[in-house]
């Protein structure tokens, strides 16, 4: 497909992303992989949609994917948090979320975050 038609695609994904369009982000998203080529962005966005739909198991594995394609990628290591997280797996949680601190010193998302896993018994 040419690079006009990608764009357009990717503007409206964010545009159907933005306004919690799941189903029609998720249509696209199935047709951009079919079509354009897999690119980690739209790997992403595909993992966030399907943890908005619940299927955390299935963003796991694409996100675990994707760390291991491209370690170190914030993006990638906060979603793996709260997917583990909404698995209950918080070993995994926690083993992502000080990957996650290592790159982001100043979050307070990992602030608190670390003082939820301590409490439950996780350093």
């Known amino acids: 497909p040419s690079t006009l038609r990608r764009d357009l695609r990717e503007l409206a994904l964010k545009c159907f ?8 982000s998720r249509d696209l998203i199935e047709t951009m992989l079919a079509e354009d080529d897999e690119t980690p962005n739209i ?3 595909k993992a966030s949609v399907l943890g908005l739909q619940d299927q955390y198991q299935e963003a796991s594995e694409i996100l675990l994917r ?22 209950r797996d918080l070993g995994k949680a926690s083993a992502f979320l000080k990957a996650y601190g290592r790159v982001n010193v100043e ?17």
């Open 17 to 24: 992303l933005e306004t919690r369009d799941i189903d029609r």
């Open 43 to 45: 790997l992403l966005k």
């Open 66 to 87: 994707l760390n291991r394609d491209f370690p170190g990628r914030p993006a990638v290591l906060r979603r793996l948090v709260v997917v583990f997280e909404q698995l």
């Open 107 to 123: 979050d307070a998302w990992v602030k608190e975050k670390r003082e939820k896993f301590s409490a439950l018994g996780f350093r």
